[in-house]
């Protein structure tokens, strides 16, 4: 398969960055989209140019890592898988595949298709926990009697890989699909109720003060998660803010 | 926090707003399909509208708080938007993942804004100046034929057309999308959602079917 690559190049955060055009050959339809950027990589390098930066660790759908805009679209034109799980038989010979990072000002540019993405650490950090006595008397959470349909919802919440697709295919740059997943995770089930209060209203301070847009409810976000986290937890999410707001 | 200073409180009352304007679309779309079949009836509605204290006194600025808050809210929402992506994308397919009603409610509201500027220029700066500035006597009976006479002017008629077709587009989206922000999306507002999308298409097409039935109806001054 022959193909021209249209990427985004920056050195730095500091760089302005442009798009940079790139021919290759000799791509298998049975490479992932990663495999096919590390063969323009071997090329890069052996000609003595700077390789294209890109996040990845796993390369099976489940760190999170991988945060490319293909053709428009996070993760690519494929649904509920990510960039890693994208293949080249999806494109075709002699197609031209434009490859940008997530985009988002709360998602800093560090390098090429490489973005900052700590903000959802601190989104987690603010509230997306369970405070448990960990001194040797822990009680198995096995013990506490769930009902399955609670128990289904937050495992489903509990999905989400925070790989920030929500955020890039958003046309407001919201964050709210992750962050509504991280607290529905824990208000649906007995060990979060504790601390749900405090857990909605420091968690959606924290992604309003890392300047994530507004959830207009386009629903983009749940059609591009590679997990289909569900847009219901977000309206779960709207719920515990006005009940936690109402209790002050 | 304060009541506003959260997104997803302004997303809250940005939703209130907007349900109670769309309780105000249905009232005033009652009341105006009586000037194509019963005339007599719109003369009354209007007349009692027009003069009553309550409505007058009390629900008309409540109305106008309910446009201008809308409109205001609408526009810092669409600024802080722009702001999270300062960097625009080289390729965005946003038509893969979300209608287009959903992403240029900014659009549509503009339009409906401008057209507000018309409707009032049209309806309601004119019933000003007759009660309070120029005084006249109350005349219950004058209305329809006031009505009636706005829509001589296929220019006007046009662009009401314009405006009732973004109006549909941003209902289509904005009405269904309100349950959604105010965290009602059980079972109940999933069947709520197929009335929401049929008030879209309704009720902006039922004020173009007015507007037109009294262009091609026009009566003698």
């Known amino acids: 398969m022959k193909l021209t690559l249209k990427i985004w190049r920056q050195k730095n955060a500091?760089?302005?960055?442009?798009?940079?055009?790139?021919?290759?050959?000799?791509?298998?339809?049975?490479?992932?989209?990663l495999e096919m950027l590390d063969v323009l990589n071997d090329g890069l390098v052996s000609r003595g140019e700077e390789p294209v930066v890109?996040?990845?660790?796993?390369?099976?759908?489940?760190c999170g890592s991988c945060s490319l805009q293909i053709n428009g679209e996070p993760h690519g034109p494929d649904r509920l898988i990510t960039t890693c799980q994208l293949h080249m038989?999806?494109?075709?010979?002699?197609?031209?595949?434009?490859?940008?990072?997530?985009?988002?000002?709360?998602?800093?540019?560090?390098?090429?298709?490489?973005?900052?993405?700590s903000a959802f650490d601190r989104i987690?950090?603010?509230?997306?926990?369970?405070?448990?006595n960990t001194s040797g008397n822990t009680i198995d959470a096995n013990a506490i009697p769930i009902p399955k349909n609670d128990a289904d919802h937050a495992f489903n919440a509990a999905a989400c890989i925070g790989c920030g697709a929500c955020v890039a295919a958003c046309k407001n740059a919201s964050a709210m699909l992750f962050t509504s997943a991280k607290v529905s995770q824990y208000a649906l089930l007995p060990q979060g109720r504790v601390e749900a209060t405090q857990r909605v209203l420091n968690m959606v301070a924290q992604m309003d003060e890392e300047g994530f847009g507004n959830c207009t409810n386009t629903g983009a976000c749940e059609i591009e998660c590679p997990k289909g986290i569900s847009l219901e937890n977000i309206a779960r999410l709207n719920r515990e803010l006005l009940s936690a707001q109402l209790k002050g | 926090m304060s009541l506003l200073s959260s997104s997803v409180m302004r997303k809250f009352a940005m939703a209130l707003s907007g349900l109670f304007l769309v309780v105000f679309l249905a009232q005033h779309f009652v009341i105006n399909i009586t000037s194509v079949i019963a005339p007599d009836v719109f003369n009354q509605w209007s007349h009692f509208m027009g003069t009553n204290g309550l409505v007058q006194g009390i629900l008309q600025p409540v109305l106008i708080f309910g446009v201008v808050f809308h409109f205001i809210m609408g526009f810092v929402l669409e600024i802080q938007n722009r702001r999270a992506r300062a960097v625009r994308y080289v390729q965005y397919k946003g038509g893969a993942s979300a209608s287009w009603a959903s992403r240029n409610m900014i659009i549509s509201g503009a339009v409906i804004m401008a057209f507000l500027g018309l409707h009032f220029y049209d309806f309601w700066w004119p019933e000003i100046m007759h009660k309070y500035i120029e005084s006249h006597p109350e005349n219950p009976?004058?209305?329809?034929?006031?009505?009636?006479?706005?829509?001589?002017?296929?220019?006007?008629?046009g662009l009401y057309a314009t405006a009732f077709i973004l109006l549909a587009l941003h209902l289509w989206h904005g009405f269904?999308?309100?349950?959604?922000?105010?965290?009602?999306?059980?079972?109940y507002a999933q069947g709520l959602k197929g009335f929401t999308k049929f008030y879209a298409v309704l009720i902006p097409l039922g004020f173009l079917f007015i507007a037109l039935y009294h262009h091609l109806n026009p009566i003698a001054h």
């Open chain 1, 89 to 117: 038989r999806k494109f075709s010979d002699g197609d031209t595949i434009v490859i940008e990072p997530f985009r988002a000002k709360a998602f800093p540019v560090i390098k090429d298709l490489m973005v900052d993405r």
């Open chain 2, 141 to 157: 009976t004058r209305y329809y034929a006031e009505t009636v006479h706005k829509f001589e002017n296929p220019v006007r008629v």
């Open chain 1, 14 to 33: 500091q760089d302005k960055g442009r798009m940079v055009t790139y021919p290759i050959d000799g791509i298998d339809g049975d490479m992932s989209f």
């Open chain 1, 54 to 62: 890109f996040d990845h660790d796993c390369r099976e759908g489940i």
């Open chain 2, 176 to 187: 269904a999308s309100s349950f959604q922000s105010v965290g009602f999306n059980n079972k």
């Open chain 1, 124 to 132: 987690q950090q603010a509230g997306g926990f369970i405070s448990v």
